[in-house]
Every structure is written in structure tokens, then in C-alpha cells.
T-cell receptor, first 105, second 114 residues
Framework: GIQVEQSPPDLILQEGANSTLRCNFSDSVNNLQWFHQNPWGQLINLFYIPSGTKQNGRLSATTVATERYSLLYISSSQTTDSGVYFCAASNDMRFGAGTRLTVKP | DTEVTQTPKHLVMGMTNKKSLKCEQHMGHRAMYWYKQKAKKPPELMFVYSYEKLSINESVPSRFSPECPNSSLLNLHLHALQPEDSALYLC?????????????FGSGTRLTVV
């Protein structure tokens, strides 16, 4: 299966700061999905993005399929952004290890 | 309806008990998935059903028995579990198996085996 690697594993930010999370994948993917898992365990779809750039409010994502990576940008972070961010390749829906984000007030 | 509903939200069971987890979706999705997630780990794929047939079993022990009675419903039957099976169990659905159009997850069942 496709190997998915995420970085950094942990990230601590002050409220209002910006951040970039990275997802590398070992082979070409049909699609790539970003999720946010809140402290209660709910996995929330953020983006599915095979290539190009998408934006949704303070969040945006870019996938460069030819170079096998995707980036998730969080701007003006809020405490409610805390949680774990996962990417998953839709070829077989295997998840990366995640980035644990803590936003401090 | 754009949700995947899982019940119960919490379950405590003894090692000799038999229990079932339920997952339901009414989005017309034809693929459904069970994942297991241990604390501080990513979700791990357990089973995939495509058009109500078991498509993938990731070498899951037989004490976990999936069932897909119809296209909207997915069950996970549990029997003789071990304490190490305690985890968050997540259900997901998609238009087709490993769809290009994204996945929707339920909120999970938090299982504790005592």
C-alpha cells in the first residue's frame, strides 16, 4: 500500500499564529483527503484534493501530485483548531501518523 | 442526510460478552468501512464492504465479525474480546470503494473491554 508520512508530529502555537502541515506519499494517489480529529474523536473532512489548491475560510490545502506531497495551511489559528490532523490517500484510505496541533490562548 | 451514525457512542463489555456496534448511512454510498483507533495512533483499516460484500479483511481476528445486511447498514459483532481491543471504532462510507470523492466518518464507538 501507499506509505503516508506527516510532519511535524507535534506543533504548539500561540493563538493567531499561522502554520503549515505536510503530507508526503510514496506513490501516485487518486485523491488525498485531510481530516481534523477533535478531542472527542470525531473525524471531520477538511479537504479532498487530488491536485491544485482549495480554500475554506482560514484553511487551505495544496497538493502537488507530481512531487507526491500535500500541504495544509492554517491561518490565524484558534484554540478550536486544536486536535490531530490526518491525511489519507484515497487509493486505500490508509492514514498518516498525524500532526497533533495545540493552540494556546 | 450527509451523516454516518454510529451507535452506541460508548460501550463497556466483559471478555465473555457478545455485543454489536452499528453504523448507518443514507447517502446512497455503496462502500462502508470499519476502522480501529488506539489512543494517540491513526485509524487502522479493519474491513471494507463494497456493494454489501466483504471486499477487504485486514487480517482481523475472528472475534470481530462484520456484517452488512443492506446498503445502508453495517454491523460489527464482538465476541470474546480482550482488554487490548479497547479502542475507538470508527465507521466510514464512500460512494464506491476507495472513492475519489471522499469519505464520511461517523463519530465512533468508544469501546472498553474489562
Amino acid at each position: 500500500g501507499i506509505q503516508v508520512e506527516q510532519s511535524p508530529p507535534d506543533l504548539i502555537l500561540q493563538e493567531g499564529a499561522n502554520s503549515t502541515l505536510r503530507c508526503n506519499f510514496s506513490d501516485s494517489v487518486n485523491n488525498l483527503q485531510w481530516f481534523h480529529q477533535n478531542p472527542w474523536g470525531q473525524l471531520i473532512n477538511l479537504f479532498y484534493i487530488p491536485s491544485g489548491t482549495k480554500q475554506n475560510g482560514r484553511l487551505s490545502a495544496t497538493t502537488v501530485a507530481t512531487e507526491r506531497y500535500s500541504l495544509l495551511y492554517i491561518s490565524s489559528s484558534q484554540t478550536t483548531d486544536s486536535g490531530v490532523y490526518f491525511c489519507a490517500a484515497s487509493n486505500d484510505m490508509r492514514f498518516g501518523a498525524g500532526t497533533r496541533l495545540t493552540v494556546k490562548p | 442526510d450527509t451523516e454516518v451514525t454510529q451507535t452506541p457512542k460508548h460501550l463497556v463489555m466483559g471478555m465473555t460478552n457478545k455485543k454489536s456496534l452499528k453504523c448507518e448511512q443514507h447517502m446512497g454510498h455503496r462502500a462502508m468501512y470499519w476502522y480501529k483507533q488506539k489512543a494517540k495512533k491513526p485509524p487502522e483499516l479493519m474491513f471494507v464492504y463494497s456493494y454489501e460484500k466483504l471486499s477487504i479483511n485486514e487480517s482481523v481476528p475472528s472475534r470481530f465479525s462484520p456484517e452488512c445486511p443492506n446498503s445502508s447498514l453495517l454491523n460489527l459483532h464482538l465476541h470474546a474480546l480482550q482488554p487490548e481491543d479497547s479502542a475507538l471504532y470508527l465507521c466510514a462510507s464512500s460512494q464506491g470503494q476507495f472513492s475519489n470523492y471522499g469519505y464520511t466518518f461517523g463519530s465512533g464507538t468508544r469501546l472498553t473491554v474489562v
